[in-house]
């Protein structure tokens, strides 16, 4: 049954993140309400250590939601793939803060969270799938394309991945 149901996510997450991209440039509620944030599509590269390295393409989406003008938390999912036969799924909350006002072209931040990791990986004799905990924390920087489009690279060590480098197109809403 796990099998099905991880096959089943895994045919439509390319169609689960093109909803999440649909959905920065549509009107949200959040934004009718007055509340500020960020929605991003994700892309970049983590590093899981174990006997060796195993490298990982990283695709995911995040919102970031502020709490004040500097402090916000930031939920995000994460598809990483080493292959067909290694694959992994996070969900981590985050928290950010951000050392300069948003309203600014260039806006350096630290960020860090704990969450979930669901790991699967196809073997000869049958497929192995596990959860277990995944916690990160590093530094980025959000930088204005335009008022409301932003382009953020970011790096961050912690345990499962080990490391990770990513890029990130977000829409504004204030």
Known sequence: MKSKSIRLLLDHCPLI???LVLGLFCDSPARAQGIAG?????????????????HHFVVGAATRLYITRRLAV?????????????????????IVWEFRD????????????????HHW????????????????????????ITKNLSFSPEFRMGWEPFVRATGAIGYSFR
């Open 17 to 19: 993140l093109c909803l």
């Open 38 to 54: 960020d929605v991003k599509a994700i892309v970049g590269y983590s590093n899981f250590i174990d006997e060796s390295e195993l």
């Open 74 to 94: 930031e939920p995000e999912f994460l598809y990483m793939r080493r292959s067909s036969r290694d694959q992994d799924f996070v969900f981590q909350p985050n």
């Open 102 to 117: 948003r309203d600014r072209k260039v806006v350096p931040y630290v960020i860090g969270g704990a969450g979930l990791l």
């Open 121 to 144: 990986e196809r073997y000869p004799w049958g497929n192995f799938t596990s959860n277990t905990w995944t916690a990160t924390a590093g530094i980025g920087v959000r930088i204005a």
